[in-house]
């Protein structure tokens, strides 16, 4: 079982960046694909980005694309998402997640770990 705590979450304007960190433990962490889904109230849970377990493989939901940056750091066994050019429609709670990407150009899952979530909120 992997542990996952977020942090970095807040309230931004629209236009603005927020910077998710997320904090793995466990012995399988390194080997695993890591992500941030979101959920807005009413909705369903979404991959936003994952980057598979060596860093050389990453995807991003199309509500990421040229705006997210997804990343991982196996030293300091962390995952982060840069959130650029933030919009109201981004407000959502953000969940670190871990699980498996195996072949492909997404992660096949299943994401069977999950964070608390932390709140991004983006007013207009």
């Known amino acids: 079982q992997v542990q996952l705590v977020e942090s970095g979450g807040g309230l931004v304007q629209a236009g603005g960046s927020l910077r998710l960190s997320c904090a793995a433990s466990?012995?399988?962490?390194?080997?695993?694909?890591l992500a941030w889904f979101r959920q807005a109230p009413g909705k369903e849970r979404d991959l936003v980005a994952a980057?598979?377990?060596?860093?050389?493989?990453?995807y991003y939901g199309d509500s990421a694309k040229g705006r997210f940056t997804i990343s991982r750091d196996d030293a300091e066994s962390t995952v982060s998402l840069q959130m650029n050019s933030l919009k109201p429609e981004d407000t959502a709670v953000y969940y670190c997640?871990?699980?498996?990407?195996?072949?492909?150009?997404?992660?096949?899952?299943?994401?069977?770990?999950w964070g608390q979530g932390t709140q991004v909120t983006v007013s207009s």
């Open positions: 466990g012995r399988t962490a390194r080997t695993l694909a």
């Open positions: 997640a871990a699980g498996y990407w195996r072949v492909g150009r997404s992660p096949d899952g299943p994401f069977d770990s």
């Open positions: 980057i598979n377990w060596s860093g050389a493989l990453t």
